[in-house]
């Protein structure tokens, strides 16, 4: 929904009661599906500002509604990852397209010799589960780490444009531990608190293949990635989950400042991600 909608649109109180009432009866994942099941998608493109293109806070950060026409969609005949969404896909604000992606990458980094797997920003554990589960059947050994504080975004500030602290807070231990337990999971590890500064000292000694962050606000990205690169094997990988969005410009700007390490390979996905690969010692010259 638009957020001038009311201003705009005579329907808009009718739309807006609507609207309320599917969060409230927490709806939203039975529409989506619904419509998705009929042939459609519902889309939330942002505030109309007489073009399709619009500015965010951030001056140099622009947005407009993506819509890549590419057509292969190997979900759609992937019979382990569409049982495995279905279970988890009430535990996680991330789209499929986003799921899919964490479920194609962490067969690529098992291909690395060693080192665990660690998701800061759980919520309900769905995202993390599905790093967890695909890390399962690659028979990687390692331990998946979720942290989440389960009191909602930290560490929000003058360079994020939408979070102030605290949204997503209706998350809990209990939701991440009964999904784990649903789904039969034995490499999984729960660690509640900000991170790093209260559980990465339970971590400190570990090494780490696969990172997905998923905090929304700059600092709180910074902060994991100084604890966990030097604890990132070469090869390794930072999955950011809010590049790409709206609202989450703080985390755009700090993965765009990474473009100019010269340590690292950033990769923009159009579905939002943005992808990092730690190169080592290895230098790229222009």
């Given amino acids: 929904m ?26 939203g994942p039975w529409i989506r599906d619904l419509l998705r099941g009929m ?37 759609l005949n992937d019979q382990a990852f569409t049982l495995l969404y279905n279970q988890i896909k009430h535990h996680t604000l991330v789209d499929h397209y986003l799921c899919y992606d964490l479920w194609q990458l962490v067969p690529e980094v098992a291909k690395l010799d060693r080192g665990d797997l660690i998701e800061v920003g759980s919520w309900r554990g769905g995202t993390g589960c599905v790093i967890a589960t695909r890390a399962a059947l ?54 509640t608190g900000i991170f790093p500064e209260e559980t990465g000292q339970c971590i400190a000694d570990r090494e780490f293949r696969f990172c997905h962050i998923d905090v929304d606000v700059y600092q709180s990205a910074a902060d994991v990635v100084e604890w966990v690169w030097p604890r990132l094997v070469a090869g390794g990988m930072i999955v ?8 989450c410009e703080g985390v755009t700007r700090f993965v765009n400042e990474q473009r100019l390490k010269p340590d690292r390979l950033i990769l923009h996905n159009l579905n939002g991600h943005a992808i990092c690969i730690k190169t080592a010692d290895l230098h790229i010259t222009g």
């Avoid at 998608?41 to 947005?63: C, D, F, K, M, Q």
């Avoid at 209706?170 to 649903?182: H, K, M, T």
């Avoid at 950011?240 to 609202?247: K, S």
Wanted: glycine share 8%; hydrophobic share 40%; proline share 6%.
């Fill in 240 to 247: 950011y989950d809010d590049y790409g969005f709206r609202g």
């Fill in 2 to 27: 638009r957020s001038d909608y009311v201003r705009r649109t005579p329907f808009a109180p009718i739309g807006k009661a609507i609207l309320r009432t599917a969060h409230a009866l927490d709806l």
């Fill in 39 to 75: 042939g459609y998608e519902l889309r939330w493109v942002g505030p109309v500002v007489g073009t399709s293109i619009t500015v965010s806070a951030n001056p140099e950060i622009w947005h407009s509604q993506v819509w890549p026409i590419a057509t292969y969609s190997p979900w």
């Fill in 138 to 191: 690659c028979k990687l050994p390692n331990m998946v780490y979720l942290c989440d504080t389960f009191r909602g975004v930290v560490k929000a500030g003058t360079l994020d444009t939408f979070y102030q602290g605290g949204e997503h807070a209706d998350a809990s231990l209990e939701n991440v531990n009964e999904l784990v337990d649903r789904l039969g999971l034995r490499n999984v590890e729960v660690l």
